[in-house]
């Protein structure tokens, strides 16, 4: 289980536990993560929450950063082969697929992103495009819960 600051989310184990930072495209702020892994190869799952405070929010802003977090995913490489708005319980979010190469391996990359009160919580299940494990991954989204 990782116990993120407003989520709790189960992976399988054993794992061990790194803390990140990576860009924000919607900040000049980096986003604190924690990546949660068997080893130090893919998959990974990871659970980011972005400390700094989101403007209040609205249905237009939360759309534009949604969008924001979504294409710069894909700034530097990768496509996006899906998207969808989601939520958790009364928090919205998006849910997004991208296609990328790291090295000489494709991969998929589903990210569930929510803003929640005043964070942006993402979680991040990213593996080999060929074998991607669809129940383990779905598992891992069932498996995200209010604090």
């Not at 054993?14 to 860009?23: I, R, S």
């Not at 997004?96 to 299940?125: G, H, N, P, W």
Request: glycine share 4%.
């Amino acid at each position: 289980m990782v116990d993120a600051e407003v989520v709790r989310v189960e992976v399988p184990g054993p794992l061990v536990t790194k803390t990140l930072e990576a860009d924000d495209p919607s900040s000049d702020r980096p986003i604190k993560m924690t990546k949660t892994t068997p080893d130090d190869r893919v998959p990974f799952y990871a659970i980011a929450v972005n400390e700094r405070t989101l403007p209040p929010s609205g249905d237009t802003h939360d759309k534009a950063l949604l969008d924001a977090t979504q294409n710069g995913a894909v700034k530097r490489r990768g496509k996006i082969t899906s998207s969808r708005d989601i939520t958790l319980g009364k928090y919205t979010g998006r849910e997004f697929t991208v296609e990328l190469m790291l090295r000489d391996t494709q991969l998929r990359a589903v990210t569930r992103v929510y803003l929640i009160e005043s964070k942006m919580v993402q979680v991040k299940v990213i593996a080999p495009e060929a074998g991607f494990d669809e129940v383990t991954t779905a598992r891992v989204f069932d498996s995200v819960k209010l604090k």
